[in-house]
């Protein structure tokens, strides 16, 4: 069974910067689109950034865009959330999600992470 493992959440002061990262738990065959997701206490989950599989393509929302950079290193099958110049209201449990094809024979499945906790406050 495929896990995404999340590390890298935190306190961060206002201004700071954290950096999140998300890596498969086992060798996998084919990682396609990666993305971040981001929950805030009694709002629903949003899509903060997501790139394709090369890495060629990335988006961002508005509320984030300028501040967080994501990447990936495919050959460790992780994807990273560089979060600088962070705001009160980034606090929020992010989520990381890859569509992944475990093996030549499976088909792609969307697997997501546990979640880690990123609090700013001073």
């Known amino acids: 069974q495929v896990q995404l493992v999340e590390s890298g959440g935190g306190l961060a002061q206002p201004g700071g910067s954290l950096r999140l990262s998300c890596a498969a738990s086992r060798s996998i065959y084919s990682i396609g689109t990666m993305r971040w997701y981001r929950q805030a206490p009694g709002k629903e989950r949003v899509l903060v950034a997501i790139i394709t599989r090369t890495g060629g393509t990335t988006n961002y929302a508005d509320s984030v865009k300028g501040r967080f950079t994501i990447s990936r290193d495919n050959a460790k099958n992780t994807v990273y959330l560089q979060m600088n110049s962070l705001k009160p209201e980034d606090t929020a449990v992010y989520y990381c999600?890859?569509?992944?094809?475990?093996?030549?024979?499976?088909?792609?499945?969307?697997?997501w992470g546990q979640g880690t906790q990123v609090t700013v406050s001073a």
């Open positions: 999600s890859a569509d992944i094809q475990a093996a030549v024979a499976q088909s792609v499945t969307t697997y």
